[in-house]
């Protein structure tokens, strides 16, 4: 599908790993008579590389993928194509990825458990320039930005910088440390580092406690 077909529509991307969403997605989105999809990816790279004769207005991305961090996605897109209005469609908790991606330069976080008229209504908002936040994700940044407040104590997993919970995660999902250094191509002592730091943050005391608290928090993740 070229940028040409349907000239009078919004595009909009679609990076995801997991076939099942991305048929689901590309569906209702061709269903609407103001959107269509100009283009798929399975992962960052690809996505990055498509967009480029794509020529989409919005990119619904996801968080988690192989062979890349959505997070380092977003940035990317905003960094070479700033034009697009991009969309996080996740099943990872709002209330610890929401504001990482709206500081990566996300316009909308969107739980993959929510309504499709959700999805449709996020959309349509960020093509007019708009966030699009469930409601407590909206109250949580109110209460941290526009009052002052400080947020409420959370899991210790909220402590780990972006980069620090991509290796995490991937620890979780069985990757071993030179795994996860090519897949993020950076060195293996710098992962060491990062696991160093993560321990250290969660109060771990060795890497099997490390490895068997990321298991335990991807298998929570995955279960929604």
Same mark, same amino acid.
């Given at each position: ?18 076939? $099942? ?6 569906? $209702? #989105? ?92 996020? #959309? ?79 109060? $771990?005391?060795?890497?099997?406690? $490390? ?14």
């Amino acid at each position: 599908m070229t940028p040409q077909t349907d000239s009078g529509k919004k595009r909009v991307f679609i990076v995801d790993d997991h076939p $099942l969403v991305c048929e689901w997605l590309a569906t $209702l #989105i061709n269903q609407q008579s103001d959107l269509m999809v100009c283009g798929q990816a399975g992962c960052a790279a690809e996505g990055l590389r498509l967009m480029a004769t794509a020529q989409p207005h919005v990119a619904v991305v996801d968080i988690a993928m192989e062979g890349g961090s959505g997070i380092e996605l977003i940035k990317d897109i905003k960094a070479t194509r700033p034009q697009v209005a991009v969309i996080v469609l996740s099943m990872h908790d709002e209330l610890l990825y929401g504001e990482r991606a709206l500081r990566a330069g996300a316009r909308a976080y969107i739980m993959k458990r929510e309504a499709t008229k959700n999805v449709l209504q996020a #959309i349509r908002s960020v093509l007019e320039g708009k966030l699009y936040l469930s409601p407590k994700m909206a109250r949580l940044l109110a209460g941290k930005f526009v009052e002052g407040r400080p947020p409420a104590a959370g899991p210790l997993v909220e402590r780990l910088s972006n980069r620090e919970l991509e290796v995490f995660q991937l620890l979780g999902r069985g990757c071993n440390t030179r795994q996860i250094a090519e897949e993020m191509r950076v060195s293996f002592r710098t992962i060491q580092a990062f696991c160093a730091r993560i321990k250290q943050k969660l109060n $771990l005391a060795n890497a099997t406690e $490390l490895l068997r608290e990321a298991v335990r928090w991807h298998d929570r993740q995955n279960l929604g």
